[in-house]
């Protein structure tokens, strides 16, 4: 019984610790999806720049 009871009580600290939690609301989700994805689009763009570039200079050294 020493398990059922040792579970037993995980359950309820889980149960406890997630009423602790202060969940988003549906607009801060949605203002930070907003915000990764702007990120995503310029650290992609920035990166295709730089891999341009490189390229470019390569070519140009092997000639």
Same mark, same amino acid.
């Given at each position: ?12 600290? /889980? ?15 949605? +203002? *930070?999806? #907003? ?6 689009? /310029? ?15 390569? +070519? *140009?050294? #092997?000639?």
């Amino acid at each position: 019984m020493g398990r059922v009871t040792q579970f037993r009580d995980y359950l309820l600290e /889980v149960r406890a610790e997630v009423r602790k939690v202060i969940w988003p609301t549906r607009k801060d989700t949605t +203002q *930070t999806t #907003i915000v990764v994805f702007s990120m995503v689009i /310029v650290v992609s763009i920035f990166l295709w720049m730089v891999d341009a570039i490189l390229a470019l200079a390569i +070519q *140009t050294v #092997i000639g």
